[in-house]
């Protein structure tokens, strides 16, 4: 069981920055995969971003890519998403999502994950 809490949603202008945190409990492996996903209202949930627990390489949706960055503290057992030059486009409920995708197709799926936190607000006014 792995237990996923995000925080560090909020309003924020166009051209404004957040940071997301996704504070993680329970077991996780050394394949653990660690992503952010975004769901706006009538669209589906998209990959935004992943990194791999013990490597740290990192993954980006290309409308994501040069403006947000994955980071992780191993020891705080912490996920961070550094939002940057935000768009209204980017306005989303974000999740933290854990998992052990084996291939890319499902490291960019949500089928590729196990886990997920209950999401938190990202709004991008213009």
């Known amino acids: 069981q792995v237990q996923l809490v995000e925080s560090g949603g909020g309003l924020v202008q166009a051209g404004g920055s957040l940071r997301l945190s996704c504070a993680a409990s329970g077991r996780t492996f050394s394949t653990s995969v660690f992503a952010w996903f975004r769901q706006a209202p009538g669209k589906e949930r998209e990959f935004v971003t992943a990194i791999t627990w013990s490597g740290g390489s990192t993954y980006y949706a290309d409308s994501v890519k040069g403006r947000f960055t994955i980071s992780r503290d191993s020891a705080k057992n912490t996920v961070y998403l550094q939002m940057t030059s935000l768009k209204p486009e980017d306005s989303a409920v974000y999740y933290c999502?854990?998992?052990?995708?084996?291939?890319?197709?499902?490291?960019?799926?949500?089928?590729?994950?196990?886990?997920w936190g209950q999401g938190t607000q990202v709004a991008v006014s213009s």
């Open positions: 999502a854990h998992g052990r995708p084996r291939g890319s197709s499902a490291l960019l799926s949500t089928g590729g994950y196990d886990y």
